[in-house]
C-alpha cells in the first residue's frame, strides 16, 4: 500500500486545519506498521484515507497496486467490503451472536455462504478454535478483540487496519492481542497498519512511524530480537513532544 503526497484539510468555519500535510509512504506487502504521533498529528485521519473511509483533499493513495482515491463511493464500499480489514478499540461485536457467527458476517454481507472450515480456521488462526460457541459475553477482553482480528480477516484483506486495538485491555490481555497481529504477519505475512499511543504496543511492529502536524516527522526501524524496542520507542516518541 502507498499514500503519495496526500493532504487532507479540514474546514472549520474560515479556518483550515491541515489534518494531512504533505504524506507520502510505502507499506511494503507483508510488514506491520505502527503510526504514532501527538493527539491531532493526523494518525486517524491517515488511517481513515489509507482505508478508502474518507477521502483525501489531494494525492493519491494505491492498494495491491491499485489507486483507492478517486474511485466513487460504491467502489470504495466495494472496496472496503472485499479489500481491507478493521479492528477498533471497541470489538463492534453482536452480542447476540456467537463468536463464530460473528466471524462468518462480512461473509454473508458480501453475499456468500460461510463455509465452516473458513471460520474455524480463522478462529484458530487467532488461537480461538476452541470457542466458536461462544458468546462476547462469555469472553474476556482480549478474547472479544480476537474474534473481531479473525472477522476483519475472514475476507483475506488485502490490509489490515487497527485502530488503538488494544484502547481497552488491560496489559495482560492486550499482549494477546498484539501476539496475535505478529503472528499473522509471520506466519501469513498480512500488511497490517496500526495507530496507537502505547510504545509496547507499537514495539511489536516492524516499523514506527511518526507524526506530527500532518507529516512525518521519524521513522523507526525495529529489530525482532532487541529487548529494549518499548523504551527506544517512548524514546523517540518523547523527543516529538519536545
Ligand atoms: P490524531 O488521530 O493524531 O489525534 P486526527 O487525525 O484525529 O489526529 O486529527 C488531525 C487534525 O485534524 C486535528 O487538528 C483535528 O482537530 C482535525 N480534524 C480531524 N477530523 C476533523 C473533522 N471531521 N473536522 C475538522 N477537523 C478535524
Known amino acids: 500500500m502507498e499514500l503519495r503526497a496526500v493532504r487532507k484539510v479540514y474546514r ?14 510505502g507499506f511494503p506487502a507483508g510488514t506491520f506498521t505502527a503510526i504514532m504521533g501527538p493527539s491531532g498529528s493526523g494518525k486517524s485521519t491517515l488511517l481513515q484515507c489509507a482505508a478508502g473511509l474518507d477521502e483525501p483533499s489531494a494525492g493519491q493513495i494505491f492498494i495491491a497496486g491499485e489507486e483507492i482515491s478517486g474511485m466513487d463511493e460504491s467502489a470504495r464500499t466495494a472496496l472496503r ?3 481491507v480489514g478493521f479492528v477498533f478499540q471497541a ?26 472450515t473458513e471460520v474455524a480456521r480463522a478462529l484458530s488462526e487467532v488461537g480461538l478454535g476452541d470457542r466458536p460457541g461462544h458468546r462476547p459475553s462469555e469472553l474476556s477482553g482480549g478474547q472479544q478483540q480476537r474474534v ?5 480477516l475472514i475476507t483475506r484483506p488485502d490490509v489490515l487496519f487497527a ?3 488494544t484502547g481497552a485491555l488491560d496489559t495482560r490481555t492486550s499482549r494477546e492481542v498484539l501476539a496475535g497481529l505478529r503472528r499473522l504477519v509471520d506466519r501469513q505475512a498480512q500488511t497490517t497498519l496500526m495507530v496507537t499511543h502505547d510504545p509496547v504496543a507499537a514495539s511489536y511492529a516492524d516499523v514506527v512511524v511518526f507524526l506530527k502536524d500532518g ?3 521519524d521513522r523507526l526501524e525495529l529489530d525482532p530480537g532487541d529487548g529494549s524496542k518499548p523504551s527506544r520507542v517512548a524514546a523517540r516518541m518523547a523527543r516529538l513532544e519536545a
Request: net charge positive.
Open 81 to 83: 467490503r472485499d479489500r
Open 91 to 116: 470489538f463492534n461485536l453482536v452480542a447476540s451472536l456467537t463468536a463464530a457467527q460473528n466471524v462468518e458476517l462480512p461473509l454473508r454481507f458480501a453475499g456468500r455462504r460461510p463455509d465452516r
Open 215 to 217: 507529516q512525518i516527522a
Open 163 to 165: 485502530d488503538e486495538p
Open 148 to 152: 473481531a482480528l479473525a472477522r476483519a
Open 12 to 25: 472549520r468555519g474560515t479556518q483550515e486545519v491541515r489534518a494531512l500535510d504533505g504524506v507520502s509512504i
